[in-house]
């Protein structure tokens, strides 16, 4: 039965950016209602999160959680878990805070991120990175904590020292809302992107190019990209963007939408 359930999954995201993670979860429901435990995945962007929920829907007796170190966490790890466990399982996080000298050096969540790539370490092994004027908190996978505490030395070309933190000293995520009625000529993404970041339709052209664009957290393949009701568009450094409301064309036949940006 389980093995049915599984091919079904692949079978369903097959081809799309998607298929890789689906499977990995997939083998990882299966083991866990093999052996009526748990088992972790590694951490999991917001797209990552419903595929772990639509696999959990798709095997019976599964549970699924999630949890990335604090209230608001954008990646976050899935818990699959057997509903007859009733153990309290770990979600193996631990948070490592590098700091560096702000009055010589502005580094990024950018920079950050690309120094850990640099490592060789896995994307799914590091959740949020909160980056801030003089540290950044990464939060990690346990088993990788003490791996960056002898290796990263280095973000950029500033030198860093890092010691473990505590989760608990991670605010939660406060997210400021705008709400924005505007009128598109169409649908397409670069349509929206520009209403909703404020830019002209080919500067949406040129960051859908530069890779900076995703809707529904996979990457936009081409500014004629329909959009509809309900769906999420990120920026990377400008925020992100619902599609709240689609409200029907106007006398001049545009369409009235209301979008809101989350900053």
């Known amino acids: 039965m389980a093995s049915e359930q599984r091919e079904k999954i692949v079978r369903f995201y097959k081809g799309t950016e998607g298929e890789e993670i689906a499977s990995k979860l997939a083998d990882l429901a299966e083991q866990a209602l093999r052996s009526q435990k748990f088992r972790l995945s590694g951490f999991l962007d917001p797209y990552g999160q419903d595929i772990a929920e639509t696999v959990a829907a798709n095997f019976p007796g599964l549970k699924v959680d999630f949890f990335g170190g604090y ?31 702000s009055q010589f050096t502005r580094l990024s969540h950018r920079d950050v991120l690309g120094s850990l790539m640099g490592l060789g370490i896995e994307r799914d092994c590091i959740g949020d990175i909160i980056a801030t004027g003089d540290y950044a908190k990464i939060i990690a996978d346990k088993k990788m904590a003490d791996y960056l505490l002898l290796n990263l030395t280095q973000i950029g070309s500033s030198g860093v020292t890092c010691e473990l ?47 900076k664009l995703k809707l529904n957290w996979q990457p936009v393949k081409n500014a004629s990209q329909m959009v509809k009701e309900g769906d999420v568009l990120s920026m990377r450094g400008r925020g992100r963007l619902e599609v709240a409301e689609v409200r029907g064309q106007t006398k001049k036949g545009r369409i009235g939408v209301l979008l809101k940006r989350y900053m």
């Open 71 to 101: 209230q608001g966490a954008e990646r976050q790890r899935a818990l699959l878990m057997d509903a007859s466990f009733g153990g309290k399982p770990s979600y193996e996080l631990a948070v490592v805070k590098a700091a560096w000298n």
């Open 165 to 211: 933190d505590d989760l608990s000293s991670i605010a939660p995520r406060e997210e400021r809302c705008k709400e924005i009625k505007a009128t598109v000529a169409s649908l397409r993404v670069d349509s929206i992107a520009a209403a909703g970041f404020g830019s002209s339709r080919s500067r949406a052209a040129a960051d859908i190019a530069a890779d």
